[in-house]
């Protein structure tokens, strides 16, 4: 059975959903704080419901429902435990409202500096996940919450490899003019820290001779840290 066009459905039709559907979010979020429990995250809204209940326009659905997603967690002095929520079912959230208005940050922003500063490693590895799998869908905008991603890996779970996966990832695939040194950088200092010098030194003496670094402080920061690296490599040299 072929589906109809949304052209073909009444607006007034279209407009009672969009109606019943704000006033049903608005609901949850004006409940009292003492009611709000985090086992009522309700699965994701199917995409096609969303798109009826905005006229198209997904952009404001997707602010609602972040405003809805919220309303479990700003509980005011009554807050509920970041921990306690459905972490598959949050990221399903997260993702959707991305569907609705790619261009958003604020999901993202949410995972890395939000829902993944919990005391859960479990928890915290879905939200990096999260993090880098939306990545790629825009990766000169999206960077930034990599990168903070690539921060708790290795500070929070002391998982070099993975904090590496994220930094490679920035290096590799966030080229755009406003994706600052630094950040692309990452992966080499992260190689340092896992002791992989060679590569750390290949990687750094790279960024060097490409000329991409034109600022004097940052080639010397550069520079002296190439020269730290190659100490090192002598001295294991030496103890072998």
């Known amino acids: 059975m072929n589906e109809r066009p949304l052209t073909d459905v009444p607006r007034t039709v279209l407009f009672t959903l969009l109606i019943a559907f704000s006033l049903q979010l608005a609901g949850k979020a004006l409940q009292p704080p003492p009611r709000a429990q985090a086992s009522d995250l309700d699965s994701t809204p199917s995409r096609i419901v969303l798109q009826l209940a905005g006229f198209g326009d997904t952009v404001p659905v997707a602010k609602l429902l972040m405003l809805h997603l919220q309303a479990f967690d700003l509980q005011g002095a009554n807050q509920i435990a970041y921990r306690q929520l459905d972490y598959d079912r949050l990221s399903d959230w997260l993702e959707r409202i991305l569907e609705l208005d790619p261009t958003g940050q604020y999901p993202l922003h949410a995972a890395s500096r939000i829902y ?24 000169d905008r999206r960077w930034r919450w990599l990168a903070h991603a690539a921060v708790i890996a290795k500070h ?85």
């Open 116 to 139: 993944a500063e919990v005391q859960d490693q479990n928890r915290q590895r879905k939200m990096l996940d999260f993090v880098y799998n939306s990545f790629f869908a825009d990766p």
């Open 156 to 240: 929070q779970l002391k998982d070099l490899p993975l904090a590496r996966r994220y930094a490679a990832a920035i290096q590799q695939h966030a080229r755009g003019k406003d994706v600052p040194l630094w950040a692309r950088q990452m992966e080499a200092f992260i190689l340092e820290d896992m002791d992989e010098l060679e590569s750390a030194k290949i990687m750094i003496g790279g960024f060097i001779a490409s000329g991409q670094v034109s600022e004097a402080g940052e080639l010397r920061f550069l520079e002296d840290r190439l020269k730290e690296i190659e100490l090192r490599l002598q001295t294991q040299k030496k103890k072998r």
